[in-house]
Nanobody, 120 residues
């Protein structure tokens, strides 16, 4: 059983910083892509940043230059450093792991989500 557990959300003022972390647990032999998505109230879930096992990264245009994704393949963890936060960054942030290889399967997983609120 694979689970993604997130931490690090909270309330911060405009211009502040937060760091989100996500750890994948279970018998895992590898993960192709780990990343972060977010969903603001009344909006669809959107990609924030992803990182392939090869270290290739993808960022939403709205966060480029402000957010930085990193991962530790040996620990199956991914983090998101968020700086210069804006009110429009407010939402529930979800960790995602794609191509998770276990003894029997290869599947994709979502975390339970962590709330990020940026006050103006």
């Amino acid at each position: 059983q694979v689970q993604l557990v997130e931490s690090g959300g909270g309330l911060v003022q405009t211009g502040g910083s937060l760091r989100l972390s996500c750890a994948a647990s279970g018998t895992i032999f590898g993960i192709y892509v780990m990343g972060w998505y977010r969903q603001a109230p009344g909006k669809q879930r959107e990609l924030v940043a992803t990182m392939h096992a090869s270290d290739a990264t993808t960022y939403a245009d709205s966060v480029k230059g402000r957010f930085a994704i990193s991962r530790d393949n040996t620990k199956n963890t991914v983090s998101l450093q968020m700086d210069s936060l804006k009110p429009e960054d407010t939402g529930v942030y979800y960790c995602r792991a794609e191509g998770v290889r276990t003894t029997a399967t290869q599947s994709d997983y979502w975390g339970q989500g962590t709330q990020v609120t940026v006050s103006s």
